[in-house]
């Protein structure tokens, strides 16, 4: 289709475009013509924008190193619009060396793809994968491109979003009030791998609580299974602190389940110790079942069950008196039964004094880690491990990578205005062209 940019006035061009709408075809076909049109322009505006970045062909020095044009060359580059071709400048220091082009720099050109077009496939790529993501471009905008190249575009994006995470500090939402708790939290949940099976990947959240007990936003932290959890422990830290920085009078919590390496590492960023009220009470319902055996107690067990549940809900000190009623009613037990009783008294015992649920409840505070077992979920689940899905453990913390951005609020518009801005890793040699 031909466009034809009729003038420039000032900052803004103007194009001629011409839609052929035939009453013989389908609204379907029309809409179609139309929608090549706005891609046709869309493909000639972003060749003239990227043309606007290019240089002049002079020489240039780069951190002391003088760069000398070796004339203009062809390059394809993909847009959310289509592929273009563009002419631009190419360079070489006097030593050889890698070609170096001032305009994919200026651009902030990923991997051939302009940036929006990056970031479209990375974002689709990170909830539904290379297939379905290549179906939605062909569906929504008319837009063809292999899976190959968006898998290889997204993981060049999830290396950036890993290269500058140790230095990233993205901010919290602005109209966000003061939070009066936030709780940590930790999770892991098991994924496929290639070479070792079933493995466990790890996912931790940070949420922020406003004076009602509403949450106002929650940072997600993800990585793929590794040896030791040094990694994801080092990073899910620096969140921690850079939080903690900004709020240091608040109160924090923590918000997990009964596994002891949990609790060794919340212990050092919290002052209150929350177990997950679902899991504490899943043990309450073991001893029932151990108290009231027979099928004539059902009403019975029906009855002291809800109490229990409510007053460890509801009532200080609950847990520690629940307790005593175990090991009360432990000599009394089935030897059928004896294994669930004897479960939930080791529970009780070594959790008892993290289950304060009535301080929390009674100011509308959170008493279950639902948040990080969703984020399990959400962040883990959903995307790796679909059927038939097996992953390497550099293309598993990519799209964790780039999840937990998506996830955390605004942080992936964020992390997209700090590549505008300061560029990425494959940019920032030649940041300092004069």
């Not at 602190?241 to 900004?246: I, L, N, Y």
């Not at 009470?281 to 073991?286: I, T």
């Not at 509308?364 to 959903?382: D, H, R, T, Y």
Request: aromatic share 10%; proline share 3%.
């Amino acid at each position: 289709m031909d466009v034809k940019k009729v003038r420039r006035e000032g900052k803004y061009a103007v194009y001629e475009v011409r839609i052929k709408l035939d009453e013989s075809k389908s609204m379907l076909d029309q809409e179609m013509a139309i929608q090549e049109a706005v891609n046709a322009v869309g493909r000639e505006a972003t060749k003239d924008a990227l043309k606007n970045l290019d240089t002049s062909g002079n020489p240039l020095m780069v951190n002391g190193i003088k760069y000398t044009g070796k004339g203009l060359q062809n390059e394809d580059y993909e847009c959310p619009y289509g592929r273009i071709n563009v002419e631009r400048q190419v360079y070489q220091n006097s030593h050889g060396g890698r070609i170096f082009c001032p305009m994919e720099s200026a651009a902030r050109i990923i991997s051939s793809a302009t940036p929006k077009f990056a970031k479209l496939l990375s974002y689709k790529y990170g909830h539904s994968g290379c297939r379905e993501a290549a179906r939605d471009l062909m569906e929504s905008s008319g837009r063809a491109i292999c899976t190959a190249y968006i898998q290889t575009v997204s993981e060049m994006v999830g290396s950036v979003a890993q290269f500058l995470e140790p230095e990233a500090i993205y901010e919290l939402p602005e109209d966000m009030p003061m939070p009066s708790q936030i709780a940590i939290s930790l999770d892991g949940t098991c994924m496929l791998m290639v070479k070792d099976g079933w493995r466990e990947a790890m996912t931790g959240t940070i949420s922020f609580y406003d004076s009602n007990g509403e949450r106002i936003h929650t940072i997600y932290v993800g990585a793929a299974p590794e040896h030791g959890k040094g990694e994801f422990m080092a990073r899910f830290e620096r969140e921690i602190q850079r939080v903690k920085a900004k709020y240091p009078d608040a109160e924090y919590i923590g918000l997990a389940d009964g596994a002891a390496i949990n609790w060794e590492f919340l212990k050092k960023y919290t002052n209150k110790s929350i177990l997950d009220f679902y899991h504490a009470s899943e043990y309450v319902k073991l001893a029932a079942n151990a108290i009231f055996p027979s099928e004539k107690k059902q009403n019975l067990k029906k009855e002291w069950l809800e109490n229990s549940l409510h007053n460890l809900k509801h009532k200080n000190g609950a847990a520690k008196r629940i307790l005593n009623e175990f090991i009360a009613h432990s000599q009394e037990t089935p030897k059928y039964y004896k294994t669930d009783m004897d479960s939930a008294i080791t529970y009780f015992t070594n959790h008892y004094r993290k289950m304060n649920y009535a301080q929390q409840t009674k100011v509308n505070m959170p008493i279950g880690s639902g948040v990080v077992e969703a984020a399990c979920k959400e962040l883990i689940k959903q995307r790796m491990a679909n059927s038939g899905m097996r992953w390497k453990e550099k293309g598993a913390s990519i799209v964790i990578s780039i999840r937990s951005l998506i996830l955390s609020g605004k942080r992936w518009e964020q992390f997209w205005q700090r590549i505008s801005e300061s560029g990425c890793p494959a940019h920032r040699e030649f940041a300092e062209i004069k």
